[in-house]
């Protein structure tokens, strides 16, 4: 069955520091993974995707993450932490249904950034 | 760029009544869906719709749930009698076709709340 992990429920970093969220999967197949960030009571927004290709994606915000296929992992990254980056991220793995595409979400990483 | 557009923002109701959440997918895709997340948890895939019926539903999706095309724009999900844990986070998503999740797009969310 499909999954995701986020092993971490908080993070908790300090203003310019570096960022890693972490994100494992289980998927049979070739994952198509995403990366969506929520502000409270927000809905998602799309961070950064990944499909083929370059294992290492570029998103939004400054952010990248990379899919490293023999871990079944997918980690966000940011070099250095704004206070604006506050929020809760959640990686998701497609599972491929007959009809559609089915968005599997790891239960979140709630970031928070101290000054 | 094409959007998801949900109505209401916000939903305020008393136990035991209807309520229709309502959802514009971008107008040239195929697949529809809807999310759900109860505060604080993880979002959870609730149905997706294509060609007119039901394609995949999940546990939660009981008998309470229904969804509808109306007609060539709208996507609707109906919650025949609602109970108080039916308070959440409600996404609508779509995407263009099958095996092809590059164009999936989330709302922006219905927050419903059952008192």
């Known amino acids: 069955a499909q999954s995701v992990t986020q092993p971490d429920i908080h993070i908790t970093v300090s203003e310019g520091a570096s960022l890693e969220l972490r994100c494992n999967y289980s998927?049979?197949?070739?994952?198509?993974l995403f990366w969506y960030v929520q502000s409270p009571g927000q809905g998602l927004q799309l961070l950064l995707k990944?499909?083929?290709?370059?294992?290492l994606v570029q998103g939004i915000k400054g952010f990248e993450a990379e899919f490293k296929r023999s871990q079944s992992s997918f980690n966000l990254r940011k070099p250095s932490v704004h206070w604006s980056d506050a929020a809760e991220y959640f990686c998701a793995v497609v599972y491929t249904m007959e009809y559609g595409n089915k968005l599997v979400f790891g239960a979140g990483t709630i970031l928070r950034v101290k000054s | 760029e094409p959007e998801v557009t949900q109505t209401p923002s916000h939903q305020v109701t008393q136990m035991g009544q209807e309520v229709i959440l309502r959802c514009v997918p971008i107008?040239?895709?195929?697949?529809f869906y809807w999310y759900r997340q109860i505060l604080g948890q993880k979002v959870e895939f609730l149905v997706s719709?294509?060609?007119?019926?039901?394609?995949?539903k999940s546990e939660i999706f009981d008998d309470q749930f229904s969804v509808e095309r109306p007609d060539g724009s709208n996507f609707t999900l109906k919650i025949r009698s609602t109970k108080l844990e039916d308070s959440a986070m409600y996404f609508c998503a779509s995407s263009p076709r099958v095996r092809e999740a590059h164009g999936y797009t989330f709302g922006s969310g219905t927050r419903l709340t059952v008192v």
């Open positions: 998927y049979g197949a070739t994952p198509y």
């Open positions: 990944y499909f083929s290709g370059d294992t």
């Open positions: 107008s040239n895709h195929l697949y």
């Open positions: 719709f294509y060609n007119n019926e039901i394609s995949e």
